[in-house]
């Protein structure tokens, strides 16, 4: 495994565009400010607080165009019944799952548990500021429990994205930086929601 | 390469999780409760020093008497306190 995994990437002019710039610009600006916030901006300051509205306004723009953005940066496009994700993770784990150019069911699945939790901590976060939330421990403890969860969630989301740059021998991380990725071939699915599949 | 992301990655993720230890609570005392100031004087001495409409009074596991309430200005403010001598150890205004 010395080869780089860059290499194996088909050169570009063979590439297609997947992931669109907001897309990618929301991607990075959650993860710098899940890290920012949690690890290095103390809670209830002022710098932790902004952090916290970029990211809420981020998501915000986000759920819009996961409406009207680009093919695969819809909800239409990469939603999933339970029962396919499901499918998707079994043949995941026995390495026989095919190759998704959008993102694969679990990958969906990882989505929309992320945003839920960005939602409800950026909501929490929110309401420790207003009088009638002031010192409420609930609201507290569901901020803390829910930031909690987003890094525990996104330490298994990076660990997933790793394994299956390996076993699909393509770089998953610089395609969400350059939005490119190779062509769909073979058995490849290019867009997992049924409303578009061939 | 991808080993040496993932490896960089158990390590970004190791140092964090060490680094956010220091977001605690500060510990105001080791002093036994025994050695507190009651409740009640508590309470008094924060409403001497100005605080006012106080919705949370409360302990906390690092030897503090701590508040939520509201400076005298109106700003908020989560205070907290050493409990022997009654003095701010921490002072969070908005």
């Known amino acids: 495994m010395s080869t780089s995994l860059v290499q194996i990437n088909a050169p570009p002019a063979q590439r297609v565009q997947v992931w669109d710039p907001i897309v990618r610009i929301f991607h990075w600006t959650v993860v710098l400010g899940v890290l920012l916030d949690n690890f290095m901006l103390e809670g209830g300051k002022t710098p932790h607080r902004y952090v916290g509205y970029v990211v809420a306004a981020a998501l915000g723009v986000r759920i819009v165009w996961g409406f009207i953005g680009s093919p695969h940066a819809r909800f239409a496009d990469f939603l999933v019944s339970p029962r396919t994700m499901m499918s998707h993770l079994v043949a995941a784990l026995m390495r026989r799952d095919r190759r998704y150019i959008g993102h694969n069911p679990a990958g969906a699945a990882m989505i929309l548990a992320l945003m839920a939790l960005l939602a409800v901590t950026c909501l929490t976060g929110w309401m420790q500021g207003l009088d009638s939330f002031w010192g409420v421990a609930w609201v507290q403890e569901a901020h803390a429990v829910c930031a909690n969860l987003i890094v525990a969630m996104a330490t298994l989301h990076v660990a997933a994205a790793l394994a299956e740059s390996v076993f699909h021998r393509e770089n998953l991380v610089v395609s969400m930086i350059t939005g490119s990725k190779r062509p769909a071939t073979g058995t490849d699915i290019d867009h997992a929601g049924p409303a578009r599949r061939g | ?94």
């Open chain 2, 1 to 94: 390469m991808i080993r040496k992301t993932l490896a960089l990655g158990v390590a970004v993720i190791g140092l964090c999780v060490a680094s956010s230890a220091t977001f605690a609570s500060p510990t105001c005392t080791k002093e036994p409760e025994a050695k507190w100031l009651s409740e009640a004087a508590m309470k008094q001495k924060i409403s001497d020093m100005g605080y006012k409409n106080i919705k949370v009074f409360k302990k906390t596991n690092t030897g503090c008497y701590e508040i939520y309430g509201y400076a005298a200005d109106g700003r908020k403010a989560e205070v907290y306190f050493n409990p022997v001598n009654g003095e701010i150890v921490e002072n969070n205004v908005d």
